[in-house]
């Protein structure tokens, strides 16, 4: 049984920064999802099975960091000059084949965590 554990949501002031961990119960090529209110859920940043790639959507370059710690079998998302646009609903996912690309959209992935919520204040 794969579990996803997130954790690091909170509610933070326009600029601020946050730092999101989903804690899996193996080693998988993952990804961040968030879904805001009345939209449907989305890609945000993901890392292949061997962490030498990432991709990110197009809104969060320059501001979000994917990482992973292997031996903690733990992935982060680093959130910088967070805006209100940001304020979502963030899941974890996992892909369960060693992937050497990232995939982005959701039906790629096999599981899922049950979200962290992220509220950023104007």
């Known amino acids: 049984q794969v579990q996803l554990v997130e954790s690091g949501g909170g509610l933070v002031q326009a600029g601020g920064s946050l730092r999101l961990s989903c804690e899996a119960s193996?080693?998988?090529?993952m990804a961040w999802f968030r879904q805001a209110p009345g939209k449907e859920r989305e890609f945000v940043a993901g890392?292949?099975?061997?962490?030498?790639?990432?991709e990110y959507a197009d809104s969060v370059k320059g501001r979000f960091a994917i990482s992973r710690d292997t031996a903690k079998n733990t992935l982060y998302l680093r959130m910088n000059s967070l805006n209100p646009e940001d304020t979502a609903i963030y899941y974890c996912?996992?892909?369960?084949?060693?992937?050497?690309?990232?995939?982005?959209?959701?039906?790629?992935?096999?599981?899922w965590g049950q979200g962290t919520q992220v509220t950023v204040s104007s």
């Open positions: 996912a996992a892909r369960r084949w060693a992937d050497p690309v990232v995939r982005t959209t959701q039906n790629q992935y096999d599981y």
């Open positions: 890392i292949s099975w061997s962490g030498g790639r990432t």
């Open positions: 193996g080693r998988y090529a």
